[in-house]
């Protein structure tokens, strides 16, 4: 028998009752569109770390500031405005 395009079998475990109480309490329309949502977050949350790992490996490339002065940031961060 063929699969439809876009459908998917998926044992979802214990993780089925929290998509089922999404759903009851109306944050979905079903337990598919839950899904879809956690997917999604997954993916954005992982654009977020790749854009992260990309900020700090150009931080650790472009070497030290000799001239910072921590005592200095660390006063002015803690000065009332």
């Given amino acids: 028998m063929a699969q439809r395009e876009g459908l998917a ?3 979802l475990g214990a993780a089925r009752a929290i998509g089922q ?8 329309e ?7 949502a956690g ?4 993916e954005e949350d992982a654009r977020v ?3 992260l790992v990309s900020l700090g490996e150009t931080g650790m490339a472009s070497g030290i500031d000799e001239g910072f ?13």
């Fill in 49 to 51: 770390v790749d854009r």
């Fill in 69 to 81: 002065d921590i005592d200095a940031f660390v006063d002015a961060v803690k000065a009332p405005d």
């Fill in 30 to 36: 079903n337990l598919s569109d839950a899904c879809r």
């Fill in 9 to 11: 079998s998926v044992n």
């Fill in 21 to 28: 109480r999404l759903v009851a309490e109306g944050r979905f």
């Fill in 39 to 42: 997917l999604r977050r997954l």
